[in-house]
């Protein structure tokens, strides 16, 4: 695991921490303009617990990489527009509530502010934050070793299960024959009663018709009971 020391001397390692914006509320709040997305040197050394001139002489000292994290430098027209845009989302507080800097003004995006944490020397709050920074990695890790070990232990059971699978081959191979067997038997069984039923069926309609010649019969023996005695 790297060292704050690490951190504060290798740009790499400041790179790959650089998406982890969330660390700067962790520690404390951080007041942002308006539009919710730039702060201003004042607002960093604030939050710094610094004076400005500080976080001047480290922007100036690492200009490169503040400025590939957000850093931006605002004159003329384009300072113009973002104070025009600044006053108009200021809202019914009123223009004169939104301090405007006369010719130009820096501002830094949430992720130039964690930049700054993480080479700024002199502050108890970037200590903070580097501090959160590299705790969280290091609960990432133990998090990511745990998630391993129990991915080792589930591999080890499904190892188990396959010889399992294996011994059980035969067992359900034999299995499955004998079921077979019984499915054939079944239609067998299928097949006679059937044929008991269509004989039953036969046999049904075979007693119809003796009902029916028996009782053609019984009115034949009235008849002639009935001829005797006239």
């Keep these: ?8 001397e290798s740009h790499a390692l400041r790179v790959e921490r650089m998406g982890r914006v969330d660390a700067l509320d962790k520690v404390k709040s951080l007041v942002m303009l308006p539009d919710g997305i730039h702060v201003r040197t004042d607002d960093v050394a604030r939050y710094f617990e610094v004076s400005t001139e500080v976080i001047k002489k480290v922007t100036q000292r690492h200009r ?55 080479l700024l020397r002199d502050s108890d709050i970037a200590r903070c934050v580097r501090t959160y920074l590299l705790d969280a990695e290091e609960d990432l890790r133990a998090s990511i070793a745990s998630l391993d070990q129990r991915v080792t232990r589930v591999e080890g ?27 054939r ?10 044929a008991i039923s269509l004989r039953l069926t036969d046999v049904s309609q075979d007693i119809v018709r003796l009902d029916a010649r028996m009782d053609d019969f019984a009115r034949h023996l009235k008849d002639l009971s009935r001829s005797r005695h006239s």
């Design 1 to 8: 695991m790297p060292t704050e020391v690490a951190l504060l």
């Design 64 to 118: 490169a990489e503040v400025e590939e994290n957000g850093l931006r430098l605002l004159r003329g027209s384009e300072l113009r527009i973002f104070h025009r845009d600044m006053v108009s989302l200021w809202g019914g507080e009123g223009s004169g509530s939104y301090p405007q800097a006369a010719t130009q003004l820096t501002l830094y995006t949430r992720r130039t502010v964690l930049n700054v944490a993480m």
């Design 157 to 183: 059971c499904l190892v188990g299960v396959g010889s399992a699978l294996q011994e059980l081959g035969p067992v359900l191979s034999r299995m499955s024959h004998r079921l077979d067997v019984l499915d």
């Design 185 to 194: 038997k079944l239609d067998v069984t299928h097949q006679v009663v059937g």
